[in-house]
C-alpha cells in the first residue's frame, strides 16, 4: 500500500493525499509536479526511475488506511540535478 507521503522531497512543499500535483517513483520517493519536471527532468535523483502521477486514495479509504505523516526533505539531491 503507498504511503502517500506528505512533501515534496526537493522543496518541502505540502503534498496532501488527495494532490494532483505529487510524483512518485516505485520506490514512493514524493515530488511536487513543478520539482519533478523542470528541476528533475522526470526522473528520481535517488534511483533513476520515472515520476509518474500518484494515485490519489479515496477519502472513506484514508479512514481506514491514513497517508503517512513522515517528512523526507533531501534537498541536497535534487540541487545537484539543476
Keep these: 500500500m503507498l504511503e502517500l507521503r506528505p512533501n515534496c522531497e526537493c522543496c ?3 503534498l496532501p ?9 516505485t520506490y ?4 511536487c509536479a513543478s ?3 523542470s528541476t528533475l527532468g522526470g526522473h528520481c535523483p535517488n534511483c ?6 500518484r ?7 484514508l479512514a481506514i488506511h491514513p ?9 541536497e539531491g535534487c540541487n545537484s540535478l539543476a
Design 28 to 31: 514512493e520517493c514524493t515530488f
Design 67 to 75: 497517508a503517512s505523516a513522515k517528512r523526507i526533505f533531501k534537498p
Design 48 to 53: 533513476g526511475g520515472e515520476l509518474v502521477v
Design 17 to 25: 493525499p488527495d494532490s494532483v500535483e505529487a510524483r512518485i517513483c
Design 55 to 61: 494515485p490519489r486514495r479515496p477519502a472513506s479509504m
Design 35 to 37: 520539482c519533478a519536471e
Design 12 to 14: 518541502d512543499k505540502d
